[in-house]
Structures are given as structure tokens and as C-alpha cells.
């Protein structure tokens, strides 16, 4: 049995996607701490900077031909294999016009297209992974709803859990770590 225990612990593999347009921002700066103080023990952890695998536009394919997409190949498949290896996603996203910095919603347009992918089986492999987000912002916590809306919705639309979204407060970068109610919060999120 303690054989047993200490495996689930070991298999939890986190991948953060960061997906600020600049590189040590507050978002990833609130990330790492949060990972460095509350992640489970034995987790294993991969970080990805989204510009660094840069994806081409998305095309709706669904209605064209037997609306069947191709392998993806190049960043493509980095980021799909990435992610199917995950069993936890962390989009380390700052809050951009209210919403998803265009290049997390770019990789979750992708999605789309790797459900199309036949015998990939991606919707379901999603299924049962944790969705969770960290995000920096310069305004007020209430105005982050349709961040949060956008990653919990999919979440459940992807039957995947929903482990929340840890807010910071910055502009510039390092600012965040001056939130002491972030920083709070950071310690035990993973853990939550
Ligand atoms: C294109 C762009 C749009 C932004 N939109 C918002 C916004 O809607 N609300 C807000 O509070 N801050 C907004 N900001 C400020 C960032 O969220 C803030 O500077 C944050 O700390 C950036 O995080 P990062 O360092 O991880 O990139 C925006 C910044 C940029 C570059």
C-alpha cells in the first residue's frame, strides 16, 4: 500500500505554459514561487515559453473534406506531446485586454484541430487532468472574469478538474512579488 501511495504521488507531471509576450514577467514569477512552495512531492515539472514554439494560424478545417486535420508537426507536436504528458496544465498567462494573451489562445484554438486529429483521441486523453492558471494583471482582481471564465469553461468543457486561477497584482516586472496577498496565496496553491 505505501508502494502504492508513493507512486500516485510521483506521477504527477506539471507543464506551465507561460504565455506572457515578454520573457521572467510577473506571471511566471508568481508561477515558479507558487511551484517552488506548494507542489506535491515527487512532481515533476516542465516549463514552455508559448513564443518560443510559435504556432501557425489556426484553420476550420471541421466542415471541409471528411473534417479530419493532420498530424501536427514542428512546435505543434512539442506543445501536443507537452501537453498529453501532462496531468496537471498550468497556463501562466497575464491578463491582456481582460482576457487570454493571443498566444494561449492560439495553442487552445490548436485543441481544436488535435480533436480532429483521427485515432489521436485527444478530448479524451484530456479528460481527467487538472486545468489551472496563474496570472498577473496591473488592475483590480474583479476585472480578471473572462481569464477565469475562458479556462474554467474549458476545463469543463474538456471534463478536465478545475484546480482555479492564482491572481497577482503588477505592472512591472517583479511588481507581483510586492502582493503580499498573492504571495500568501502562492504558498499553498498547488497544494489546494
Ligand atoms: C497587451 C497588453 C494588454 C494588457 N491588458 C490588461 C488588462 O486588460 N487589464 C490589466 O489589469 N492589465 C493589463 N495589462 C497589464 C499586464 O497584465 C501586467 O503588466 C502584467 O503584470 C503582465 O504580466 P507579465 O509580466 O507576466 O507579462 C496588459 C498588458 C499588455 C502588454
Redesign the pocket.
Known amino acids: 500500500m505505501i508502494h502504492q501511495s508513493t507512486d500516485a504521488r510521483a506521477s504527477r507531471r506539471f507543464l506551465f505554459l507561460?504565455a506572457?509576450?515578454?520573457p521572467?514577467?510577473?506571471?511566471?514569477?508568481?508561477a515558479r514561487l507558487a511551484a517552488e512552495s506548494s507542489l506535491p512531492a515527487g512532481a515533476e515539472q516542465r516549463w514552455l515559453r508559448l513564443d518560443d514554439h510559435p504556432l501557425p494560424p489556426f484553420r476550420d478545417l471541421r466542415h471541409t473534406g471528411d473534417g479530419g486535420y493532420p498530424e501536427p508537426a514542428g512546435h505543434g507536436r512539442t506543445l501536443l506531446d507537452a501537453t498529453l504528458a501532462a496531468t496537471d496544465l498550468v497556463f501562466?498567462?497575464?491578463?491582456?485586454?481582460?482576457?487570454l494573451?493571443t498566444s494561449a489562445k492560439l495553442y487552445l484554438d490548436h485543441w481544436l484541430g488535435w480533436m480532429g486529429v483521427p485515432g489521436l483521441d485527444f478530448l479524451a486523453r484530456m479528460g481527467g487532468s487538472t486545468l489551472w492558471g496563474v496570472?498577473?494583471?496591473?488592475?483590480?482582481d474583479d476585472?480578471?472574469g473572462p481569464l477565469i471564465d475562458s479556462l474554467r469553461l474549458t476545463a469543463e468543457y474538456m471534463e478536465m478538474r478545475w484546480g482555479g486561477v492564482l491572481l497577482?497584482?503588477?505592472?512591472?516586472?517583479g511588481?507581483?512579488l510586492d502582493d503580499e496577498r498573492a504571495v500568501v496565496a502562492a504558498k499553498s496553491f498547488f497544494a489546494g
Open positions: 507561460d506572457s509576450a515578454r521572467d514577467g510577473n506571471s511566471v514569477r508568481l501562466v498567462a497575464p491578463l491582456y485586454w481582460y482576457s494573451p496570472t498577473a494583471l496591473a488592475a483590480d476585472k480578471a497577482g497584482n503588477g505592472s512591472r516586472p511588481e507581483v
